[in-house]
């Protein structure tokens, strides 16, 4: 399984960037996928996931009506919306997808996935 994430970039606070994220491998929509990001000597932490038939979606509180996952299946691509971003929201971006099969549970734990992509940069100036 292969993903590579795109999109980041600087942006002013209460600005918004959509990153993408293609994977290839395997049959893309039977697999959950999700977002996490990684500031600076910080832990590695759940943004959003979204189910294999994208009609369960999970967000973590911090990120709650700001940011969006999607997923176009007919594309291999998972996508998050960023809207109103904050300075603490400077990170390095990482779509990820497990390895098991989880229907529409949504793991948030970062050892529950296997399949990372190598990152993206997102920085929000004040």
């Known amino acids: 399984v292969q993903l590579q994430a795109s999109g980041g970039g600087l942006v002013q606070a209460g600005g918004s960037l959509r990153l993408s994220c293609a994977a290839s491998?395997?049959?893309?929509?039977?697999?959950?996928m999700a977002w996490f990001r990684q500031a600076p000597g910080k832990e590695r932490e759940f943004m959003a996931g979204?189910?294999?038939?994208?009609?369960?979606?999970y967000y973590t509180d911090s990120v709650k009506g700001r940011f969006t996952i999607s997923r176009d299946n007919a594309k291999n691509t998972v996508y998050l919306q960023t809207h109103s971003l904050k300075p603490e929201d400077t990170a390095v971006y990482y779509c990820?997808?497990?390895?098991?099969?989880?229907?529409?549970?949504?793991?948030?734990?970062?050892?529950?996935?296997?399949?990372w992509g190598q990152g993206t940069q997102v920085t929000v100036s004040s």
């Open positions: 491998g395997r049959t893309f929509s039977r697999y959950v």
């Open positions: 979204i189910s294999g038939s994208g009609g369960t979606t």
């Open positions: 990820a997808t497990p390895y098991l099969l989880y229907g529409s549970n949504i793991p948030s734990r970062t050892f529950e996935y296997d399949f």
